[in-house]
């Protein structure tokens, strides 16, 4: 499908009011009316007391939180990426986890990729205007090259973002699977996602802030969505990240620590292993396991996936 074709295959109705839909995310807390008046000490409990709610909120939305996840991971598994869509707090927390991912998981910085209204711009100086234009969210992920193999997950507080609506509703006209992370139910942007994340979380401490336990909510459920899709693609091994990419001083402690552990040898045989790999974990852990040659298991884990468990049975098969 062409760029323009796509063009032409999207459509925007968004034929909503929002006049009167209740927003839980606007409402006042009655907990926290006089935090004003409080001191340090107090306002902080207050804060906390509103927090510790958000966990068991997501507790409740395990179900619909795995539904996403199982989808976003057949579409990786298949050679589609995913894509975050959001404004303010929420696009940023997007972009957020997906530029963790390539670091901790070694995946490659295109598979998971946040898209925020005002681009990158956005992530260091309010740009809440660009919020309002629903063509800007449809031709934000065009310009990404987005296709009918990809998932794409629109996160929004209040669930009423245009920039949001318009990004998830294209992304559902190509053949896209779409989900949305909101906190408020019954959301224009739940109605045009395929499936829906609604962490009601109430109230926040300071009225509309949603950067506060909205923001946590959304935070978790992406860690839990993100951590879980990496799992099940095979990079992880146990519970140990033996993906991860060894390009600080920490990462390479982190990756000897873990090369020892999978192996069983020296810190001294990790420091020469791992630098026979040229410094990439999971080939020295091929390397030290079936003690073959540099080349055998680049080859095996490139054959796998780069999955440690496929290659090392790819090796012993052959």
């Known amino acids: ?68 996840t199982d989808k976003v991971f057949e579409r990786l598994s ?34 998971v990729q946040g898209v925020i209204a005002g681009g990158y711009q956005a992530l260091h100086s309010a740009v809440e205007s660009s919020e309002d234009d629903p063509e800007a969210g449809a031709a934000d992920l065009l310009k990404r090259g987005l296709s009918e193999k990809d998932a794409v997950i629109g996160i929004a507080a209040s669930g009423t973002t245009l920039y949001t609506v318009g990004a998830v509703e294209y992304a559902r006209s190509i053949g896209c699977f779409t989900a949305c992370i ?83 040898i020296s810190m001294e045989e990790a420091e020469s292993s791992l630098a026979r790999a040229e410094g990439d974990l999971k080939t020295a852990i091929v390397m030290v396991r079936k003690s073959v040659d540099l080349e055998t298991a680049k080859e095996a884990l490139e054959s796998s996936g780069n999955v440690i468990e496929k290659a090392l049975v790819l090796i012993s098969s052959d």
């Open 182 to 264: 909101t906190c408020n139910p019954a959301s224009p942007l739940e109605d045009v996602s395929e499936e829906a994340i609604v962490a009601v979380v109430g109230p926040e401490a300071v009225t509309g802030s949603t950067r506060m336990k909205s923001g946590t909510a959304q935070k978790m459920i992406l860690n839990m969505i993100s951590t879980v899709v990496m799992i099940k693609l095979g990079y992880v091994k146990g519970n140990r990240m033996v993906n991860v990419r060894a390009s600080n001083i920490k990462l390479v402690e982190r990756a000897l620590g873990l090369l020892v552990l999978e192996t069983g």
């Open 78 to 111: 298949t050679g589609g990426r995913l894509f975050y869509t959001g404004t303010g707090t929420s696009g940023r927390l997007g972009v957020l986890d997906a530029s963790e991912l390539p670091p901790t998981f070694g995946v490659s910085e295109d598979l």
């Open 1 to 68: 499908m062409t760029a323009d074709s796509r063009r032409m295959h999207f459509r925007m109705p968004l034929n909503f009011s929002i006049g009167n839909m209740i927003r839980i995310t606007e409402s006042e807390n009655p907990f926290t009316s006089n935090i004003d008046q409080l001191e340090t000490i107090e306002a902080l409990r207050l804060i906390n007391n509103e927090d510790k709610s958000v966990a068991a909120v997501v507790s409740g939305i395990l179900d619909e939180i795995a539904a996403v």
